[in-house]
């Protein structure tokens, strides 16, 4: 192989990998660790799968707010307040983090696993 096709293939890599990276400032966090900030009046927990997905199954205290609603309801949370995201295995709530990060947001834990994950 010549050297551009060598670039191609290391472009496309980082460009894979940096989807299912962590942006600077998000937390990933295990169900466990969730479940200690359940108590703690400073910490808001959203849950952005779709409201079909969330009648079927959610844990209080996550209040619904889905990925595609997400920027246009932002004004309902506290920027100066923890920000727990879960979804159904984790892909949504990452994308919401990186969207939160962006609007400003500072404390964000993103839930490994989400639903999936929750015993």
């Not at 670039?7 to 990998?17: G, R």
């Not at 920027?71 to 949370?77: A, F, M, N, Q």
Request: glycine fraction near 6%; charge should be positive.
């Amino acid at each position: 192989m010549d050297l551009i096709t060598w670039i191609l293939i290391a472009a496309i890599v980082v460009l894979i990998a940096s989807r299912f990276m962590p942006a600077k400032g998000i937390n990933n966090i295990s169900v466990h660790d969730a479940k200690d900030k359940f108590n703690d009046k400073d910490v808001q927990f959203i849950d952005v799968r779709t409201p079909g997905e969330y009648k079927v199954n959610h844990r209080k205290p996550f209040r619904n707010i889905p990925l595609q609603s997400l920027s246009g309801k932002v004004d309902k949370l506290d920027k100066d307040k923890e920000v727990v995201v879960i979804c159904q295995s984790g892909m949504r709530s990452t994308r919401a983090s990186k969207m939160l990060r962006k609007m400003g947001f500072k404390k964000i834990s993103n839930v490994r696993g989400g639903m999936s994950s929750w015993s």
